[in-house]
């Protein structure tokens, strides 16, 4: 009867056994290979990101003051990725392919503590009217990193407020009522817990979180509550306060975007 160091091939001259070997060197390599698709993605978000324009003039802007009625842009960091741009991307055997952009997007960086750009959102509109693309099943796709990340809406005053919003469009709203806030959008719910080293980058001395009111028992309430408790948790190391708002309901709405009452 073999015993289990037998079934396991174990080299009795070592303490590690060749099937240890293998699962190390097989996870060396699942981790290489992560980590150069990681950097594919970053190098993707950053060849969109490069291939922008400022928004003054463009269909982002009316998207965001026509359809939005967000004034004050220039301050803010939102730029356009006009049509027929070209970009990198990566197809599944990660060998490079240089594409064509075909529809024209408002697009908004992800960085992170140093600054660097690491992913993007972007909206895609209409050429026609400005608005978001309705041909699209999602007219707001992501490329690069996002989690523990923050999209940048607009760097304020070191010691100052901090709002942290869901949306670009929630983000925007508030950056054009407090020019001197510091703005930043987690582009979802699950992601508002992740954000404390990001904060902290920034150094605020308050942090507002804008919840969306989809309704006193939604999930979506119980997520940005656990969201914040877990934010609260990670900045009991600093000064800084937090507060979590959620918008009043409105009685004609079953849900209540702050963006939609700006």
Same mark, same amino acid.
């Given at each position: 009867q073999k015993t289990a160091y037998e079934i396991k091939e174990c080299d009795w001259s070592s303490d590690v056994c060749s099937s240890d070997l293998e699962l190390n060197e097989k996870d060396k390599l699942f981790q290489q290979q992560a980590e150069i698709q990681q950097s594919q993605r970053?190098?993707?978000a950053q060849s969109i990101w490069n291939g922008t324009k400022p928004i003054q003039g463009t269909l982002a802007e009316q998207y965001f003051i026509k359809h939005r009625k967000i004034s004050g842009l220039d301050h803010m960091e939102i730029r356009y990725w006009p049509k027929?741009?070209?970009?990198i991307d990566y197809d599944d055997h990660g060998k490079q392919i240089?594409? #064509?952009? =075909?529809?024209p997007a408002a697009v908004i960086a992800v960085k992170d503590q140093?600054?660097?750009v690491k992913g993007v959102q972007r909206i895609y509109l209409d050429e026609q009217t400005a608005n978001k693309n309705k041909l699209m099943d999602n007219a707001k796709l992501s490329k690069g990193l996002t989690k523990r990340l923050a999209a940048?809406?607009?760097?304020g005053d070191k010691g100052g407020r901090l709002y942290l919003a869901?949306?670009?469009?929630?983000?925007?709203?508030?950056?054009? #009522?407090? =020019?001197h806030a510091t703005v930043l959008a987690a582009l979802s719910v699950n992601n508002f817990g992740n954000l404390s080293d990001i904060i902290k980058t920034?150094?605020?001395n308050k942090v507002i979180m804008l919840g969306d009111n989809d309704g006193k028992e939604s999930a979506t309430k119980q997520i940005t509550e656990n969201a914040f408790a877990k934010l609260q948790f990670d900045l009991n190391d600093t000064t800084i306060q937090s507060r979590l708002i959620f918008h009043n309901p409105i009685p004609e709405l079953l849900k209540v975007e702050w963006n939609d009452v700006h």
């Amino acid at each position: 009867q073999k015993t289990a160091y037998e079934i396991k091939e174990c080299d009795w001259s070592s303490d590690v056994c060749s099937s240890d070997l293998e699962l190390n060197e097989k996870d060396k390599l699942f981790q290489q290979q992560a980590e150069i698709q990681q950097s594919q993605r970053i190098e993707s978000a950053q060849s969109i990101w490069n291939g922008t324009k400022p928004i003054q003039g463009t269909l982002a802007e009316q998207y965001f003051i026509k359809h939005r009625k967000i004034s004050g842009l220039d301050h803010m960091e939102i730029r356009y990725w006009p049509k027929n741009s070209e970009w990198i991307d990566y197809d599944d055997h990660g060998k490079q392919i240089i594409k #064509i952009n =075909k529809i024209p997007a408002a697009v908004i960086a992800v960085k992170d503590q140093h600054n660097m750009v690491k992913g993007v959102q972007r909206i895609y509109l209409d050429e026609q009217t400005a608005n978001k693309n309705k041909l699209m099943d999602n007219a707001k796709l992501s490329k690069g990193l996002t989690k523990r990340l923050a999209a940048i809406i607009q760097v304020g005053d070191k010691g100052g407020r901090l709002y942290l919003a869901e949306g670009p469009e929630t983000a925007a709203s508030i950056a054009s #009522i407090d =020019k001197h806030a510091t703005v930043l959008a987690a582009l979802s719910v699950n992601n508002f817990g992740n954000l404390s080293d990001i904060i902290k980058t920034y150094e605020p001395n308050k942090v507002i979180m804008l919840g969306d009111n989809d309704g006193k028992e939604s999930a979506t309430k119980q997520i940005t509550e656990n969201a914040f408790a877990k934010l609260q948790f990670d900045l009991n190391d600093t000064t800084i306060q937090s507060r979590l708002i959620f918008h009043n309901p409105i009685p004609e709405l079953l849900k209540v975007e702050w963006n939609d009452v700006h």
